[in-house]
C-alpha cells in the first residue's frame, strides 16, 4: 500500500483507514492465512468480557435480504484468556489492535480497561455499549445518554488509552448520545453495532432465536448507518470510525464522505475473506481518481 | 496444515439425479488438491457480487478428484442458494472457499476403534446424508476395509449415489419411508435390525438430519460401536470467525464451531 | 377468496388481513386494472395533507441492498383534491378506503380528522406521525411519546372513524410510543414506517438527495420491522397492521404470527403489480396446512 | 387505453453490438402486441424473485414486432442490473411490465408542428439516446416523411444502430469526440451547424442525456422548432404510483412524472 491511504487516529499512525468490525475478524489468526494483516489500520478483535463466556444457546445465525440476523452472544475466552492467548500473535504480526470490551455492569467495562492499561500490543479500546445479544448490560447502555455518558467516564477514569465508544442504532437521537459520550473523554465514535431484528420460523410457528431479537448486519443496513455517521459526524469533532453493511469501496468511500476517518467492515468478510484488501485496493484508486494525495482529504468532503 | 483457498472454479457438469437431487461438478484446482473425505465447501451460489443469497453455501465434498482438480457437490434443492446453483451452467464461474473444516478419521488414524484384523466399518446415510459418503468409502475400500451402508431415504427416488457406492464393493441395505411395512422404514431401525442380527462391526459413520444423528448415536452407544457424525449446523464464515455455528459439548461446558472443531466430530463428544 | 382470510379491524369486516402500505398504491387505479380491488382487506392510500403539495425537488429514489430509499414529500392533490377526485374511485370499487394523514401541525392533523369524519367511502384514518421527508412535522411527532400522544388525543377528539396510528422506527423504544398513542384512544397501531437513511454519490461527492436524507423500505428492513411489531404486539391490546418489507407470503405469515392482525405490503407493489394476490393466495394455503380454519387463529401465535 | 402486463416472456436473442453495448430480445406477445414507439418497458433483470438488484430496470423499445410477439432493448451496460441482462441466456424466462408511458407524438397527430406539405422532421440522439429512434423513424418514414439524424456518442464504435437507420432511408450525420477539431464533437455543435447551413425541419425528436436534452431544446427554441423530448429518471413502479420519477414542470409549479406524463413530452412543457 502506498501513502495515499495513511491516517492516523487517536495517535497512533494507520497504514490504512480500514479496520475490521469486531467479531467478524475473530483475533485476526484466519485472515493472516490469507493476507498480511498490515493492510489493515488497526485490527478490531472479537468483544472481550471479564470472565470467559460461552455463548448463546440455539441457533445463532438467520440470514435475510442482503442482511444476516445474529445471536453470538459475545464467546469469547475472557480478557486473560485474550491476553495470554491470542494477543501475543497479533502483537507479532506488528498490527495494531483496538479490543472491543463488553461488561454487564459498569464496573466491569471499568475493570477491563484497568486490566487492558498498558497490556503491550494494545492500542485503543472500543466500549461497546451496543451489544444487543447479551440479556443484562450491553446495548443498554447504549440506550440513552445517561448510562452511555456514566460508563464512558468511568472506563475514562481506568485507562490512558485511546478510547472509542462504539454505538447502538436502536436510538431515536444517536447524535445526542454521541455528543455525551464525547463530552465524558471518548477520542473517538465507533458506529453502528447491529440493528434489532428478529425472524420468525413459519413451519414452527416459533421465532427462530433463543433470545427472539439478534443484531442485524450487512449490506441491508447500509444506508441507516450512513444516515448516522453523517449525523454523528456533524455532532462531535473526535474521528469517526464508520461502519454498517461496508462491502465495497464505493461503500467505504461513502462513509469517508460522510465524515468517518475510519471505517471498519464486519459481515462483508465472512462472505468474501479479500473483502478488505480489495476494499483497500478500491479505495486507493479512487484517492488517485479523485486527484487527492491522501484519503485523508477526502473525509467529510459530501458535507461541504 | 491444510490451506484455505477461495478460488474462482468453474462448473464443469451439471447432473439432474431426482427431480430435487443434483450433482454440480467443479474445477477448481487449488481447492480439490488437498480435500479429504468429510470436509466441505462454502458455494457462492448466486451471480458475482450479488447480495442475494447474501451467505456462501456450505456442502460436503461428494467426489474429489485431486488429480483432475475437480470436486463435486450433491444436493437437494431446499431454498434461493441451492435453486441457483442448480440453474448454473456449464462453463460459468463459480466462487468457491474450501477446503473447509475436520473430515472422518479413518481407521488407522483412529484410537477409538479396538484394534481388529480386518476391521468392519458401517455407514449410516439418512437422506442427504449421502453426500460425502462416497469419498470416504473410496479412502475405507483402498485401504482393503471391510464396508457397509445403511441408507434411507423418503422415496426410493431419493436413493443417490447407491448404486456407485455399490459399485465399490461395499455392502448396501436401503430402506424408504414407501415401503412401510414390508421392513424397517427408518434407518434407525434398520440399524437395530442389523445389531439384533448379529452384524457386529469396529467403527461406524453417521450422516443425516439432527434427529437420525441421535438415534444413531444411542443405538451405537447400547452396542459400543464408535461412531463418527457429520453434523450440519447454520454457518456464515466457515473458517472459525464468527462463532455462529455453535454445537454443544457434551462434557464440559460450552460449544464446539461445527465448521472447524467439525463437520465430523465423535459422537461421544457432542449432545444432540 | 374463501373465508379462510376474512378479519375483522375496528369493526370493519374485511376480505383479507392483506391491505396496501401508504403511497405504494397510489389511490388504487392502477392497481385495479391488474386485480379485483376486493381481494384487499383495505386500501391504505397515499399520504394527504391539508392542502395540496408537490413534493421535494431533485432525484427522488435510490436503490439500496433489497431496499428502497424515498423522498417522494408527500406529493398529494390535498384532502378536497382526494375526495373530489380520488375517492369516488376507491368508494365505487366497494373496497374499504383507510386515509393517511400528515400535518405540518398537530392543529393540522386534527383539521384533517375533521374534513374527513363522515365523509362517505372513508373506513379509517391513519395518522402518520412518521414520514421522514417532509421538513417540518412528520416524523418529528412520531420521535417521543408525548408529541404521540399529544396528536392522538387532538386527532381522536375530531373524528368518530377508527384511528391508526403510524409510527415512526426510527425511535429507541417503540414499545412505550405505542402505548402513550393507545392510551390517547388509537383503536389500532401501524408500523413500522421507514427507516432514515442515505446515500452519497462518490463521483460527485454529494448526497444524493437533495434533503440529505430519505426513507428506507423494501426487504431489507423487514428483519427490524417484525422486531418492533413483536415488541409492540406485547405491549398494547390495539389490534396492530404490521408492515416493512413484506414481499412475499411467508413475509406476511411472520408479521401475523408476531401479533399482527393485519399486514400492509408496500414497496412490493412497486416490484411486481401481483404482490398482494399472490400474498393473499399464499396465505390461504398456509391457513389451510395449518389446520387452522382462520387466518385470525394464528395471530400471534409465535408469543405462546 | 392501453393495457400494461407483466407478463413472463422468453429471451430470444442476445447480441453484443460493442464490448459495452447489447441488444436483447424478448418474446412477450402480449406486451410487443401493444408496445408504441418512444414507450419503454420495465424488466427484472435478476434471477426470479431475487432482491438483487431489487427493482425492475426501465428501457425504450427498440425494435417492436408486434406480429412476432416480440421486441428488443437495446442498452450500456452500466451495474448490476444491465449486467445481468446481458448474461441472461437465449431460452431463459424474463418478466417484464409494458408498455408503460406515453410514446412519442407522430406528426400527423401532433397540433405543435405547422402545416408542411411533406413535413421534415429531425431526431437528435446522444449516445444511448439512439435506442427509441429506430420504431419511431420506421412509423415516420412509412407515413412518407423524410427524416434526418444526427447522433452523437463518445467512440464511433458506439454508434449502435446507424447502418440500420440509414437503411430505412434516413439522412444519418454523425459526430463523435474521437474526431475532435475536424468536425463538431458534440451533437449539439452538429445541431446548430446544421441549422446555421440552412437546413429546415418541421418537427424534431431528441433523446439522450439530461444535458444534451437542454442544450437542443436552446437551440430548437431559437429556431422555433417544435421539439419531443424523451426523458430519463429514477423509476421504481413505472405505473404512476410511487411518485419517485419527478421531472419539474415548465410552467405551473410542480411535477409531472415520467413514466406516465412521459418519457415523451414537448420540451417546452419541462425545466431541464
Ligand atoms: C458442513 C455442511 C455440509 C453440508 N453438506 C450438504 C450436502 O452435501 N448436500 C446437501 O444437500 N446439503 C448439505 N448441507 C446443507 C446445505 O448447506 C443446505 O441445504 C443449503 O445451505 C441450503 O441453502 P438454500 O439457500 O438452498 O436454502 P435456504 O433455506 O434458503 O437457506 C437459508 C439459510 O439457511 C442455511 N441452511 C439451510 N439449510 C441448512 C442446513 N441443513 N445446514 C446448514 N445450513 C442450512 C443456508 O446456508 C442459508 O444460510 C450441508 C451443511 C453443512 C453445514
Ligand atoms: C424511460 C427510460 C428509458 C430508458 N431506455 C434506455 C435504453 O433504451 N437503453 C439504455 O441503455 N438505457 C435506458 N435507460 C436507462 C436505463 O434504465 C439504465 O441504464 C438502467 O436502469 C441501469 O441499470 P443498472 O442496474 O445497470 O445500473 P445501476 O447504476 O446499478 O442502477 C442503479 C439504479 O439506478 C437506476 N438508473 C441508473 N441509471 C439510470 C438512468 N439513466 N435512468 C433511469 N434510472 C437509472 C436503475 O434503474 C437502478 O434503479 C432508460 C431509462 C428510462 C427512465
Ligand atoms: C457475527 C457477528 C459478531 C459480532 N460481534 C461483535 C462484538 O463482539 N462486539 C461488537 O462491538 N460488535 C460485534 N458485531 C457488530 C459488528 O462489529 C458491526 O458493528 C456490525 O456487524 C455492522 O457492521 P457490518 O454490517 O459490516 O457487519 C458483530 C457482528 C457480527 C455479524
Ligand atoms: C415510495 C413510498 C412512498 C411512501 N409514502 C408514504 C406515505 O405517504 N405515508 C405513509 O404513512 N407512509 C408512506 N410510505 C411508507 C410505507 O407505507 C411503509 O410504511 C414502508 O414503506 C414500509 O413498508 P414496505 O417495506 O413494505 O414498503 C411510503 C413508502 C414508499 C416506498
Ligand atoms: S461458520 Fe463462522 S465460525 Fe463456523
Ligand atoms: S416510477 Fe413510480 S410513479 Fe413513475
Not at chain 1, 492465512?33 to 478490531?44: E, P
Not at chain 1, 467495562?109 to 450491553?138: F, H, T, W
Not at chain 2, 484446482?29 to 456450505?58: H, M, T
Request: hydrophobic share 40%; net charge negative.
Amino acid at each position: 500500500m502506498s501513502e495515499k491511504l495513511t491516517t492516523a487516529l487517536c495517535g497512533m499512525s494507520l497504514s490504512s483507514p480500514v479496520l475490521s468490525a469486531s467479531g467478524c475478524y475473530g483475533y485476526g489468526r484466519e485472515f493472516d492465512k490469507f493476507y498480511d494483516l498490515r493492510l489493515l489500520g488497526a485490527v478490531v478483535v472479537k468483544g472481550i468480557t471479564l470472565r470467559p463466556r460461552h455463548g448463546n444457546a440455539g441457533r445463532r445465525l438467520v440470514e435475510t435480504p442482503a442482511g444476516l440476523i445474529n445471536s453470538i452472544g459475545l464467546e469469547n475466552p475472557g480478557v486473560e484468556g485474550f491476553i495470554a492467548e491470542e494477543l501475543p500473535f497479533l502483537r507479532e504480526k506488528g498490527v495494531p489492535v483496538i479490543v472491543n470490551i463488553s461488561g454487564n455492569t459498569a464496573e466491569e467495562y471499568s475493570e477491563l480497561a484497568r486490566r487492558l492499561d498498558g497490556v503491550p500490543g494494545v492500542s485503543m479500546l472500543e466500549v461497546n455499549i451496543s451489544c444487543p445479544n447479551v440479556k443484562q448490560g450491553g446495548m443498554a447502555f447504549g440506550a440513552t445518554c445517561e448510562s452511555a455518558a456514566g460508563v464512558t467516564r468511568l472506563v475514562r477514569r481506568h485507562t490512558a488509552l485511546p478510547l472509542t465508544v462504539k454505538l447502538s442504532p436502536n436510538v431515536t437521537d444517536i447524535a445526542s448520545i454521541a455528543k455525551s459520550v464525547e463530552e465524558e473523554g471518548a477520542d473517538c465514535i465507533s458506529l453502528i453495532n447491529t440493528l434489532l431484528g428478529m425472524a420468525i420460523d413459519v413451519d414452527t410457528k416459533r421465532p427462530v432465536l433463543n433470545n427472539t431479537f439478534g443484531g442485524l448486519s450487512g449490506p441491508a443496513v447500509k444506508p441507516i448507518a450512513l444516515r448516522m455517521v453523517w449525523q454523528v459526524a456533524g455532532a462531535v469533532s473526535v474521528p469517526i470510525i464508520g461502519m454498517g453493511g461496508i462491502s465495497s469501496w464505493q461503500d467505504a468511500a461513502e462513509f469517508i464522505l460522510a465524515g468517518a476517518l475510519c471505517v471498519a467492515v464486519g459481515t462483508a468478510n465472512l462472505l468474501n475473506p479479500y473483502a478488505i484488501p480489495e476494499i483497500c485496493i478500491g479505495l486507493e484508486e479512487y484517492v488517485t481518481r479523485q486527484g487527492a494525495s491522501s484519503i485523508r482529504e477526502l473525509v467529510g468532503s459530501a458535507r461541504a | 496444515m491444510v490451506s484455505i483457498k477461495f478460488e474462482q472454479g468453474t462448473v464443469i457438469a451439471q447432473e439432474t439425479l431426482t427431480p430435487s437431487i443434483f450433482r454440480t461438478t467443479i474445477h477448481a484446482p487449488n481447492i480439490a488438491a488437498e480435500a479429504l473425505p468429510g470436509q466441505f465447501v462454502n458455494i457462492k451460489c448466486g451471480a458475482p457480487a450479488s447480495y442475494d443469497p447474501l451467505l456462501l453455501r456450505p456442502f460436503s465434498f461428494n467426489r474429489i478428484d485431486s488429480e483432475g482438480g475437480t470436486f463435486s457437490v450433491l444436493y437437494r434443492v431446499v431454498g434461493r442458494g441451492t435453486e441457483l446453483l442448480r440453474h448454473i451452467r456449464v462453463g460459468d464461474k463459480l466462487t468457491a472457499l474450501g477446503p473447509l473444516g475436520k473430515g472422518f478419521v479413518l481407521p488407522e488414524q483412529s484410537k477409538q476403534m479396538g484394534p481388529a484384523a480386518k476391521p468392519s466399518v458401517l455407514l449410516v446415510a439418512g437422506g442427504m446424508g449421502i453426500a460425502p459418503f462416497y469419498p470416504l468409502a473410496t479412502a475405507l475400500v483402498t485401504h482393503g476395509l471391510e464396508v457397509s451402508l445403511l441408507y434411507g431415504a423418503r422415496l426410493s427416488s431419493d436413493l443417490a449415489d447407491k448404486t456407485e457406492l455399490k459399485a465399490l464393493g461395499l455392502r448396501v441395505l436401503c430402506c424408504t419411508e414407501e415401503q412401510r411395512g414390508e421392513c424397517p422404514s427408518l434407518v434407525t431401525d434398520l440399524l437395530q435390525a442389523t445389531i439384533d442380527a448379529g452384524d457386529r462391526f469396529d467403527l461406524a459413520y453417521a450422516c443425516g438430519p439432527r434427529g437420525m444423528l441421535s438415534a444413531v448415536k444411542r443405538v451405537c452407544k447400547d452396542s459400543e460401536l464408535p461412531l463418527q457424525l457429520s453434523l450440519e449446523e447454520h454457518m456464515a464464515c466457515g473458517l472459525g470467525v464468527c462463532l455462529g455455528c455453535s454445537c454443544e459439548r457434551a462434557s464440559d461446558e460450552g460449544y464446539w464451531h461445527v465448521c472447524t472443531d467439525g463437520p465430523v466430530v465423535w459422537a461421544e463428544e457432542v449432545k444432540l
